[in-house]
Nanobody, 121 residues
Framework: QEQLVESGGGLVQPGGSLRLSCECS????????MSWYRQAPGKERELVAR????????TYADSVKGRFTISRDNNKDTLSLQMSSLKAEDTAVYYC??????????????WGRGTQVTVTS
């Protein structure tokens, strides 16, 4: 059974920092592309950051470049997102996502249940 469990969300003031973690099990984490998505109230879910299996190819949404850092530990099957200089518009539920390649059968996708991040003064 694939599991992605996010933690680290909470309430923070503008300009503050948070570190999100996603503990994974039940699939080949080290071969999977991992991502963080977020969804704010009334808005569509959007990609925040993505990291490939080896960790050498990273993509960020323009809105978080220079403030957020995605990383992974393939020995611990853990994905992280370090968030700094947080803004009110970063308020959202943050989701961990995995894309596990299955060769000619395509890619299997898994989602965590999300963790709430609220940035407010």
């Amino acid at each position: 059974q694939e599991q992605l469990v996010e933690s680290g969300g909470g309430l923070v003031q503008p300009g503050g920092s948070l570190r999100l973690s996603c503990e994974c099990s039940g699939f080949l984490f080290s071969r999977s592309t991992m991502s963080w998505y977020r969804q704010a109230p009334g808005k569509e879910r959007e990609l925040v950051a993505r990291i490939n299996a080896e960790g050498g190819d990273i993509t960020y949404a323009d809105s978080v470049k220079g403030r957020f850092t995605i990383s992974r530990d393939n020995n611990k099957d853990t994905l992280s997102l370090q968030m700094s200089s947080l803004k009110a518009e970063d308020t959202a539920v943050y989701y961990c996502h995995a894309g596990e390649p299955m060769g000619r059968f395509g890619t299997l996708e898994y989602w965590g249940r999300g963790t709430q991040v609220t940035v407010t003064s």
